[in-house]
């Protein structure tokens, strides 16, 4: 099935066609800076200029920066904070007209990793964690996703690990990549400790960037970079999206 997928991330909104039986972006990925401050009807917006784009008609997947339950945005740590109890699914629907279908964007990520990329034929637990402005997780299973986790924002080193060492926390504090691996190592060595995964997959825009901190990785867990890169988000969203329309 051909269905438009949809990245809303800090800094930018990014969409592309894909085809959800292959997992292939069918166009090129169109980009468009996050509105800010970046509340739900500016969103909204954007999101009908990129169907405006791309010409597109149909059923649209939509990763979305936040705790979502039933369409619903239920947290706002990185975006306005008025999203908060917002049917992000009907508001979208209503902006393009056509029918739109909201997760989680690290859950999506872990969605189109499972079923195409690194995290296929995984066997046990596989972390997935997405690094942007803030940091995302997918707990999967032998295969199986468990949805809505929040690993972001366990408790860590004095506030919420995001905050320690997401992409944003490294830029904000003008780390060096040696230091800010150094904060990441820390954290992934909690998170192994606590779920112990055979495998750490990282998603977001850093997983183009890990042998600038590689060196500092000393987790047993395999950690590898999503093999979709950046475009896990878009193509789990349309996945989700044709799921939904079954
Ligand atoms: C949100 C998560 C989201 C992550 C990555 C966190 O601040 O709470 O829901 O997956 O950022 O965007």
């Not at 969409?15 to 739900?40: F, S, Y």
């Not at 995984?122 to 032998?142: F, R």
Request: aromatic content about 8%; charged content about 20%; some cysteine.
């Amino acid at each position: 099935m051909k269905v438009l997928g949809i990245d809303f991330g800090g800094s930018g909104i990014k969409g592309a066609i894909v085809d959800t039986d292959t997992g292939k972006m069918l166009t090129e990925r169109h980009r468009i800076i996050t509105p800010q401050p970046a509340t739900p009807q500016s969103v909204a917006d954007t999101i009908q200029q990129l169907v405006k784009h791309f010409n597109y008609e149909g059923p649209i997947g939509c990763g979305f920066p936040a705790l979502i339950n039933n369409g619903v945005a239920m947290s706002a740590s990185n975006i306005d904070k008025s999203w908060i109890q917002v049917n992000a699914e009907q508001l979208f629907s209503a902006t393009t007209g056509m029918p739109v279908f909201v997760v989680n964007d690290a859950d999506a990520a872990g969605i189109a990793e499972l079923r195409f990329g690194a995290g296929n034929g995984a066997p046990g637990v596989v972390l997935l964690l997405t690094i942007g402005t803030g940091i995302g997780s997918a707990l999967l299973n032998d295969g199986v996703l468990l949805p809505s986790t929040e690993f972001g924002h366990i408790e860590f080193k004095g506030d919420i690990a995001e905050r320690y060492c997401s992409d944003a926390a490294r830029e904000r504090q003008q780390m060096s990549w040696e230091k800010w691996g150094k904060r990441f190592n820390k954290y992934l060595l909690y998170m192994e400790k606590l779920f112990s995964p055979s495998m750490f997959i990282i998603g977001g825009g850093v997983s183009k960037k890990m042998d600038l901190f590689q060196e500092a990785i000393t987790v047993n867990a395999k950690v590898v970079p999503a093999t979709l890169r950046n475009q896990a988000g878009i193509i789990g969203a349309a996945c989700y999206a044709a799921d939904r329309t079954k």
